[in-house]
């Protein structure tokens, strides 16, 4: 079964700092990866997504992932921090071979400190 | 181009009530899902609905229902409502061939007394 697992609920960065956010998934299939945002009182928006083409991904606002299949890993990162980038993230996987259905992680909170 | 609405954007049942929900998808796209979201938690998958048939079904009871219409449109209901079922509902929908790049709505939070 695919399932993703998101380290650490809040992670806390200056303006200007590295922000890394971490993720761990398990699946029985090359796993396609997304990450979202949701800011407060909204829906989730998609910041990126990993289908098995180039394992650095590039998406808005900034971010990227990398896909490590050694690792199990597809960590979020933006190399400067930003006071609007203050939101909720989750990591995600499809549910294996069933295209419909995506599987979220737990989330982590990111704030930024001036 | 028009994106996910939801409607109504608050609602707060009692016990045991009935609730619809309701989900206009973004132009062009004929693919919607519904996840439910905790507080605190990450989503959770319910269904999605293609060209208004139920096409894959999360871990959810079967008073947890849907429809979708021939304009795309699409409805959640939930019977027999119980204080868990209090959380922000999301739409999602996606267009013909890319079910797994989804949109999302900004959510009807339900609250259940």
């Known amino acids: 079964a695919q399932s993703v697992t998101q380290l650490g609920s809040h992670v806390s960065v200056s303006e200007g700092a590295l922000v890394l956010l971490r993720c761990n998934y398990s699946?029985?299939?090359?796993?396609?990866l997304f990450w979202y945002v949701q800011y407060p009182n909204q829906g989730l928006q998609l910041l990126l997504k990993?289908?098995?083409?180039?394992?650095l991904v590039k998406g808005i606002n900034g971010f990227e992932a990398e896909f490590k299949k050694s690792e199990t890993s597809f960590h979020l990162t933006k190399p400067s921090a930003h006071m609007s980038d203050a939101a909720e993230y989750f990591c995600a996987v499809r549910g294996g071979s069933s295209a419909s259905k995506i599987i979220f992680g737990s989330g982590t909170r990111l704030s930024i400190r001036p | 181009e028009t994106g996910v609405t939801q409607s109504p954007t608050h609602l707060i049942k009692t016990r045991g009530q009935q609730v619809t929900l309701r989900c206009s998808s973004q132009s062009g796209h004929n693919t919607v899902s519904w996840y439910q979201q905790a507080l605190g938690q990450g989503p959770q998958f319910i269904f999605q609905y293609y060209r208004e048939e139920e096409n894959g079904r999360g871990n959810f009871p079967p008073r947890f229902s849907g429809l979708q219409f021939p304009n795309y449109s699409s409805e959640l209901n939930v019977n027999a409502l119980e204080l868990d079922d209090s959380a922000l509902y999301l739409c999602?929908?996606?267009?013909?061939?890319?079910?797994?790049?989804?949109?999302f709505g900004p959510g009807t939070r339900l609250t259940v007394l």
């Open positions: 999602a929908s996606s267009r013909e061939g890319a079910p797994d790049t989804q949109y």
């Open positions: 699946s029985s299939v090359p796993p396609y």
């Open positions: 990993y289908t098995s083409a180039a394992t």
